[in-house]
């Protein structure tokens, strides 16, 4: 693997290699006071935020140093972004100070893509606007394998903004390639066009092209959450993305609450062993109530801990030796 770019390229046996990994060292490092690895030392790690973040940015940079990597930080304010510099004069900058890996967030579709294509280094989406998020998708795989045991056959729900949303993009196609059912609820108005036709490549044969063209995943979508719930092992609420959204998508936040928001009621109609996830941030009291985030079906802290684990797996596989992988 030279980048993580998406979870469209990610085959069954490299996800779950990532898993496993992640995994392994969360069990080497439990227990643990001094969490530090040797396995990079040496080498350099960027991260380059042109978007805020909280769980990302610094889950990236304590993975990194865990690993004794040398993790530098620059956000699109305070660097020479800030005076117009471009994208890829930035990129190739740091590329020449000897970056080994850099990490993107930008707001625009396909830049880590292009950032790849400029530069030697080996590249991490953190996010590209609307498009993918893969690094939340494995955490989200993670932590539901943790919980549930395995993906395979499982029903994951999937509620909120699907139509801004890159978690949702990247979830998709990584947990059905794993060999989960998704189900999809949202507002007619925050649906993508022809969403029954996202997906992974569970056998791992097929080329992307030809799978966008012939198949047909087993994505489901309504506009009823309290239907989905009770044939659902874990429930996914995304976050309602205001600054993607340029007019009115649902008449008001009330509204959208009542018909999507996860509140304690629809939380009883959830069977007994499915959990609730959350990419954060979490808007309280529109997608979820406060109980709901709290309890103990809540598994969002998981998550944000097993972010630690899957961000250093991934800089493991692209940056460690093929000697030190051995
Ligand atoms: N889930 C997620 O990407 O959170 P941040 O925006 O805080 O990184």
New binding site residues.
Partial sequence: MRHLLSTTELRRETATALLDTAEALKQALLGRQVRKLPTLRGRTVVTLFYE??????ASFEIAGKWMSADVVNLTAGSSSVAKGESLRDTALTLAAMGADCVVIRHPAAGAAHRLASWVPTHVINA?DGAHQ?PT?ALLDAATLRERLGTLNGRTVTIVGDVLHSR?ARSNIELLITLGARIHLVAPPTLLPWGVQNWGGDPDGTQDQAQNRAERSWPVTVSHDLDAALPGSDAVMVLRVQAERMHGGFFPSVREYSISYGLTEARLRLLPAHAVVLH???MLRGMEIAHSVADSPRAVIADQVRNGVHVRMAVLYHLLASQEEQA
């Fill in positions: 805020s973040s909280t769980r990302t940015r996010g998020h939340q978690v990419p954060g941030p």
